[in-house]
């Protein structure tokens, strides 16, 4: 992942670090400039009112005067490629993907359909266990990435993997 790109950040990343109530965790391990976008907002607002208190920190930080992520809005050839998106993807993902493709920023997502795509296009990706590895240059040691993947897990994050040992290697 190129160290200078932003990352246009989903709702299921920024979900799961909410889950584990750790956002400022990924913008951290990120170290980089991160964005949403206004459907990605409204998903979570959506979890929000469907129960998902978990969200409702990452809702208000969010939408809040100091969030770590700026909301960027379609401009309009993204808006062609959203349009085309959402034929295959919800709209969070396919808001963040069309401005990943066209401003050449990174993905931030674990939808494996998006991902897919994202990939087939050439742009990069990053999601939850890489930013949980990232997270390791800043001090986190194994035992606490185990432990807040595992919260994660538990709140309902489908993860690649179990454990993170062997990425610690």
Same mark, same amino acid.
């Not at 993807?89 to 993905?107: N, T």
């Not at 931030?108 to 949980?132: E, H, N, P, Q």
């Given at each position: ?43 979570? @607002? ?14 208000? @930080? ?96 489908? @993860? ?10």
């Amino acid at each position: 992942m190129n160290a200078a790109k932003t990352v246009v950040c989903n709702t299921t990343l920024l979900s799961n670090f909410a889950a584990a109530k750790r956002t400022e965790l990924l913008t951290r391990a990120l170290d980089r400039p991160l964005c949403t976008t206004p459907e990605v907002v409204s998903e979570i @607002s959506d979890g929000v009112q469907a129960g998902y208190s978990h969200l409702n920190a990452l809702e208000t @930080s969010l939408l809040g005067e100091n969030s770590p992520l700026q909301i960027v809005s379609l401009e309009p050839k993204e808006l062609v490629t959203f349009r085309e998106l959402r034929l295959r993807l919800h709209a969070g993902e396919a808001s963040c993907l069309a401005i990943a493709l066209h401003r050449h920023y990174v993905l931030g997502t674990d939808d494996l359909a998006a991902r897919k795509l994202a990939k087939a296009k050439g742009v990069d990706v990053i999601g939850t266990v890489g930013a949980l590895i990232l997270a390791r240059k800043i001090g986190l040691s194994l035992a606490e990435a185990n432990s807040i993947l595992q919260e994660m897990i538990d709140t309902g994050y489908r @993860s690649p993997v179990k454990q993170l040992d062997e990425f610690w290697k």
